[in-house]
């Protein structure tokens, strides 16, 4: 049990090491030191998490658990929080996709930053986010895991605006972090009284004696909860800052904003189960928020022309459908959406990069165009990875996605029909992508078009590798239906077990049922992509340019307006307010009082001289009438 | 004895840097600091191995008024003297490099402050404590007067007027309760805590707004404030960091001292609109910050900000809120003084403190901009740094005294992070300008005061239990007053 202790601290440990030792030498060490280091502490971690994973599996079922107590962090009274890890099945599964995934994007990096001056300072940023992002998932409390929370959102500012001489980059990652402050205003407060009700901010005692607290607490410490989980994982209405934190290299778009940090809300909910599932107005909340967003963000996705903004609306929209999941009390489906989106988003993005790179740092896909030839590898790739979203058999997206409308079918059609409607526009949206990108006429310059170049190995394995993950992620979690026994379901079923005997019903889908919710799914996604080929590829539509659109066109291009109406709504308002209590409360108003009081003291010292006449009569009949006024009272008195 | 010797050798050091007038003094001085420093360490020695008579002392001085020369230090006493003495050091090393006039007298009245400083956090004798907290006022006056900015006369009398008042205030209601102290009057703190508590409920209500008023001003709270951006603002660098860092505490430790103890049922009574005032001052000084276009004056309504919140954190009456304002108390001095000293810096190279005249500073002095982070980062509270950890209990303790004043308190965390990433981005992100195109990155002593501060910062915000452990029975017997009170609760 000793060495599983030491190899459970590791975990975090490596990547911290690989932080300090870069981060402290950034100016000493080499680009292939750095990057060494770098990479290494994160595969180290991987190998780590990967050996933990076989040891949970050699554990009988009920007693997969390992904790670990290192001291007694905040402590003050009765309130004691301890800095503590936990593995458990469903953290393992996380440890695994931020080593795993994590340790490819450090690969990619590595030649997609090579020129770049901050390349040190920039391995340094990812390793120390992966240290806070494990935390995230291994924190046995509450307040552990909020260091992670704050932690990543640290590392995801830094890194938003790594080219720090773009001011556009800072305001977006100045976004990004008060947007997420704004969500962990809540998280806290639901800490707060989980601490109040519950005496206790550890996971598992909270979840042993939720079951006796009255559904009005738990409504709101879930609800808060969520507040925060709307920020980190960019929901409706906290979902701005992802689409603007894509001014952050490419890379960290795919570690950070699509494969790891985004889904935490989707992780404390998952941790949570308890308390979620025994509040049900929070559950519906979730779900309405979580499929709202996912509709919302994939109608703006269809008009954006910046292939990181589509791919940004599309991770806002996927998230959504995980947030669904949950909601409905599928918590394994939410957990599997966020396993293969995982690799397919990374995929995307780096792709993404890949194409980018190429195109000497061309994003407008109206510039791209007929890319395939050029840029083989990346585009073979990127295709498993658009199969793969847009929910094609046997690629890992259909798999999770079908679970997640299975779930929704089994509780109300309508929900279903709406999932479905988000999950077509995703199709549309990434066949128009891949369309624009990689078909149809070369519309680059041909300056760009002479410097064209397929990317190198250190781009081309991690996306191949992606790739293999995008095609078979999906057999963990293979239905019945379709002749599995769902691993995943199994293997995750502990960290539920309780959750599950809690909620009132068990939608149960026959096997006819699911056949033909999926021949339905598979035939409509069909015609999309059939549509999207005839309109981008036959008829070689290019998007218009922005000024030129009208009417739902030119809405969508905006985003809805929403961030010009948080603007004049939140925005505006606030610094209205602080001019107003900086010029006229405080200064003609507060100050102007104080000296008034101040400059009192002289003028009354004024007023008072005069009595210093130094005429001594007048002093003589001062003196008479006081004798006069102190015998009277004394008389009278 | 110690105490006594922690009181009077930064006296005896500034008695000798004037008589000598050295082309060293500032050696001198920060070897006397270094030394301060050590003996407060013994202190903290004897007071862990239980020791803790050794720092007792107790003479009568002024028998007929009762005075008494009695210095102690619990625990909350101890951590007040270890940051005075903890900071003091770095105040004076952050002067190194620049020149000013009359250096002796310079390096000698940040002497003479630390000794009334100190003494204000040992004294357990009522006029004893008023005493050293009217000493205190002299040295950082003349610091300001002297080596000041633009304006210094007009401000730093205004600072002068506004604090006095307060002190008279504090004066009124001290003589007050000796009056009413039983047989023989005294100012022994436990003859004036038996005096207060023994007084009707109007006069304990009349005391404390007294004795808040006293200790509201000093801090500042709003909305009796408007002296402290100002002086902050005008001060010489090391005023400025002896005023937030240490000075302020002085209200801070005054009602945790001199307040709390004295009057419960006043402080009972008006512990709600006290937290309500404080929770205001939270919100109202930090969008104030927000708008503010010198870099100076926005840490400044920055402090307010986090003091405001110190001070709703006591008004509780909560081990949280107590335990969260002492180590608040720490981190706020470090953060405040790490601040101040980058402005200093800034100040240094470009002469300018405008945000609109600087920018870009990032690109040619890392290590300059990758201290402010930190620094920043325990400003706005991230986890793991110390920021956190205060600001994490006092804002838990309001809101379990009071949930929507907790909310309230909480937006903190969301305009701390507007105001501190704006001055962040508009100083030292974006492309250099003229005036910050020839910065040159930190000196070897600018970094010998950044760097430890740093690491400082992040050693608390990881491992904060030895400094709570030192107050933590102090507060507890603080708190057994209100036990009966909070039980209902």
Not at chain 1, 118 to 139: H, P, T
Not at chain 1, 295 to 310: C, E, P, R, S, Y
Not at chain 2, 177 to 199: E, I, K, N, R
Not at chain 2, 213 to 229: D, L
Request: with cysteine; proline share 4%.
């Amino acid at each position: 049990m000793v060495s599983i202790k030491i190899l459970t601290l590791l975990i975090p440990a490596l990547p911290l090491a690989g932080f300090l030792l870069v981060a402290l030498n950034v100016k000493r060490l080499s680009h292939g030191v750095a990057s060494f280091i770098a990479c290494g502490s994160v595969l180290l971690s991987f190998i780590a998490a990967v050996t933990i994973f076989s040891q949970l599996l050699g554990f009988p079922e009920g007693s997969r658990l390992i904790t670990v107590h290192l001291f007694s962090w905040i402590k003050a009274g009765n309130f004691d929080a301890s800095m503590a890890l936990l593995i458990d099945p469903l953290t393992s599964i996380f440890l695994l996709i931020i080593t795993g995934v994590g340790f490819l994007i450090h690969v990619y990096s590595i030649g997609y930053m090579h020129d770049d001056t901050g390349f040190n300072r920039f391995f340094s940023y990812l390793n120390l986010f992966v240290f806070f992002m494990l935390l995230l998932v291994m924190g046995s409390n509450y307040l552990v895991m909020f260091i992670g929370w704050e932690g990543v959102g640290l590392c995801s500012y830094l890194l938003i605006g790594f080219w720090f001489k773009n001011q556009a980059y800072n305001d977006a990652a100045n976004k990004a972090f008060i947007m997420n402050r704004i969500g962990d205003l809540g998280l806290l407060l639901g800490i707060f009284l989980i601490f109040i009700n519950f005496r206790s901010l550890n996971f598992t005692d909270v979840a042993s004696m939720a079951p006796a607290a009255s559904t009005g607490t738990l409504t709101i410490i879930t609800i808060l909860l969520f507040i925060g989980a709307m920020g980190k994982s960019a929901q409706i209405p906290l979902y701005t800052w992802l689409p603007d934190a894509m001014a952050g290299p490419t890379p960290v778009s795919a570690l950070i904003h699509a494969a790891t940090m985004v889904t935490a809300g989707i992780y404390m909910i998952a941790r949570n189960n308890v308390i979620y599932t025994l509040s049900p107005i929070s559950m519906n909340l979730v779900m309405i928020v979580g499929l709202a967003t996912a509709l919302f963000a994939a109608t703006i996705a269809l008009k954006q022309n910046d292939i990181k903004k589509v791919l940004a609306y599309s991770t806002v929209s996927q998230l959504g459908l995980m947030f669904l999941a949950l909601g409905l009390g599928a918590f394994t489906a939410g957990i599997f959406h966020m396993a293969t989106h995982a690799f397919f988003k990374a995929l995307l993005f780096l792709g993404a990069g890949s194409v980018i790179h190429a195109l000497s740092g061309e994003q407008d896909m109206r510039s791209m165009g007929g890319l395939r030839k050029y840029l083989p590898v990346t585009f073979a790739t990127f295709l498993i990875g658009v199969l793969a979203i847009s929910g094609i058999p046997p690629f890992a997206g259909f798999f999770s996605k079908d679970e997640i409308l299975a779930n929704a079918y089994a509780h109300n059609p309508i929900l279903w029909g709406v999932a479905l409607l988000a999950s077509l526009l995703t199709v549309f949206y990434m066949f128009r992508l891949l369309y624009l990108t990689f078909f149809g006429d070369v519309r680059a310059s041909h300056h760009v078009m002479s410097h064209i170049h397929e990317s190198p190995k250190s781009i081309t394995v991690p996306l191949i590798c992606l790739g293999v993950l995008s095609l078979v992620g999906g057999f963990i979690g293979v239905p019945e239906a379709l002749g599995g026994s769902h691993w995943l379901n199994e293997y995750l079923s502990p960290v539920f077990a309780q959750a599950a005997t809690l909620s009132e019903s068990h939608h149960h889908l026959d096997h006819s049922t699911e056949y033909t919710l999926m021949a339905v799914v598979i035939g409509f996604t069909v015609l999309v992509i059939i549509a999207a080929y005839v309109k981008y590829v036959k008829r070689k539509h290019v998007p218009v340019a922005d000024a030129q659109l009208s009417g739902p066109s030119k809405i969508l291009a905006n985003k809805y307006y929403i961030d010009e109406i948080y603007n004049t709504l939140i925005v505006k308002p606030l610094y209205w307010l602080s001019n107003v209590l900086d010029v006229f409360v405080e200064r003609m108003g507060i100050d102007f009082i104080v000296n008034i009081f101040g400059s009192s003291v002289p003028e009354g010292g004024k007023i008072t001289r005069l009595t210093q006449s130094g005429s001594i009569g007048y002093y003589i009949f001062l003196m008479v009438i006081g004798i006069v006024l102190i015998v009277t009272y004394t008389l009278i008195g | 004895m110690l105490t006594t010797l922690l009181i009077f050798f930064p006296l005896a050091a500034a008695l000798l840097i004037f008589v000598l007038k050295s082309k060293y003094s500032h050696v001198i001085a920060l070897t006397a600091a270094c030394a301060e420093l050590i003996i407060s360490a013994v202190a903290v020695y004897q007071f862990k191995t239980g020791g803790s008579e050794l720092l007792r002392a107790n003479y009568q001085w002024i028998a007929q008024i009762g005075l008494s020369y009695f210095v102690d230090m619990d625990g909350i006493s101890l951590l007040l003297v270890l940051l005075t003495t903890g900071l003091v050091p770095f105040i004076i090393l952050s002067s190194f490099g620049r020149s000013f006039s009359k250096p002796s007298t310079f390096y000698g009245l940040i002497l003479v402050m630390q000794m009334a400083l100190v003494g204000v956090f040992v004294a357990q004798d009522g006029l004893l404590f008023y005493l050293f907290w009217e000493v205190a006022l002299i040295p950082i006056y003349f610091i300001c007067l002297i080596w000041g900015g633009e304006n210094r006369g007009k401000i730093t009398f205004k600072f002068f007027v506004y604090t006095l008042a307060g002190s008279l205030l504090m004066l009124i209601a001290l003589i007050y309760l000796y009056l009413h102290t039983p047989g023989v009057h005294s100012f022994d703190a436990d003859a004036l805590y038996a005096a207060g508590a023994s007084l009707s409920y109007p006069e304990q209500s009349l005391i404390f707004w007294f004795l808040f008023a006293a200790f509201a001003v000093k801090m500042p709270v709003f909305p009796f404030h408007t002296w402290q951006p100002d002086t902050y603002s005008v001060a010489p660098t090391q005023g400025t960091m002896l005023l937030s860092g240490i000075m302020l505490k002085m209200g801070i430790y005054g009602v945790i001292r001199w307040l709390i103890p004295v009057v419960p049922a006043g402080v009972i009574t008006w512990g709600l609109t006290a937290v309500l005032i404080s929770v205001i001052g939270i919100i109202y000084a930090s969008c104030i910050a927000i708008v503010q276009k010198d870099f100076k004056r926005l840490i400044a309504y920055s402090s307010i900000a986090h003091v405001g919140l110190i001070a709703a954190g006591l008004f509780t009456l909560s081990t949280t809120g107590l335990q969260g304002a002492m180590i608040q108390m720490i981190s706020h001095g470090i953060v405040v003084v790490g601040m101040f000293f980058i402005i200093d810096v800034v100040y240094d190279r470009t002469k300018t403190t405008a945000l609109a005249n600087l920018g870009g500073i990032r690109n040619v002095a890392p290590q300059l901009a990758t201290a402010f982070v930190i620094v920043l980062l325990g400003s706005v509270a991230l986890p793991l740094t110390s920021g956190f950890i205060g600001e994490f209990l006092l804002i838990n303790s309001v809101f379990q005294y009071h949930q929507w004043l907790g909310v309230a308190a909480g937006l903190t965390i969301i305009l701390g992070a507007v105001y501190m990433l704006r001055t962040f981005q508009k100083s030292m992100s974006g492309e250099t300008n003229s005036l910050t195109a020839s910065f040159t990155d930190l000196t070897w002593n600018e970094k010998a005061v950044l760097y430890p501060l740093a690491l400082l910062i992040i050693l608390i915000g990881v491992y904060p239990a030895p400094i709570l452990a030192i107050s933590e029975p102090a507060v507890a017997k603080l708190l057994e007053l209100y036990s009966p009170i909070t039980a209902i609760r």
